[in-house]
């Protein structure tokens, strides 16, 4: 079954009254019983935005599936922003890798991107510490690429509130 939290974090900043932690920890407590019924690793998080409190729920890194492209798409955008990419150069391709989630377009931008390490390095700065690019989209080489569910989170967050890269990337993203 799956991996009860091994690593639950809850945090409150601001105040926060009676019934509203118990709707969150209600909820914690709902989403644990639902994936302690499904085989494999879970990992959830949850976040209210309008009182800061979280969740999370075995905070581990995972295979990133086709949400590493966020990452690509914030690495592609900021070397558009600095000058060292024309963005009539990539847009299709975001385009594409964002709406359709195509894994072409994803691997043309990640060399546009300088590579893994291109990519990785956007990572690092971004200060996102379990997310990491091995490989190319769909290439077989038994390396997986990870992030996790809580830098998911806030990557979207930083999206929602125009913090990623900038507020004109976060619109183009969102």
Do not use: H
């Not at 809850?10 to 969150?24: C, E, F, I, R, T």
């Amino acid at each position: 079954g799956a991996s009860p939290a091994a690593a639950d974090q809850s945090s409150a900043p601001g105040s926060v009254n009676d019934s509203q932690k118990n709707s969150l920890d209600g909820l914690k407590k709902k989403i644990r019983k639902l994936t302690d019924g499904y085989d494999g690793t879970w990992s959830v998080y949850c976040k209210r935005l309008d009182t800061g409190e979280s969740f999370c729920i075995n905070d581990v890194s995972l295979i990133s599936a086709s949400l590493i492209k966020l990452y690509v798409f914030g690495a592609v955008m900021e070397d558009v922003e600095n000058g060292e990419l024309w963005f009539d150069d990539c847009s299709e391709a975001l385009e594409l890798m964002i709406e359709y989630s195509d894994n072409e377009s994803c691997n043309y931008l990640i060399d546009l991107a300088g590579g893994a390490e291109g990519v990785n390095d956007f990572i690092t700065r971004q200060g996102f510490e379990d997310t990491e690019l091995y490989r190319y989209m769909l290439e077989e080489n038994f390396i997986e690429n990870y992030t996790s569910t809580k830098e998911c989170g806030r990557l979207l967050e930083e999206v929602l509130n125009g913090e990623y890269v900038s507020e004109e990337t976060s619109d183009l993203l969102l």
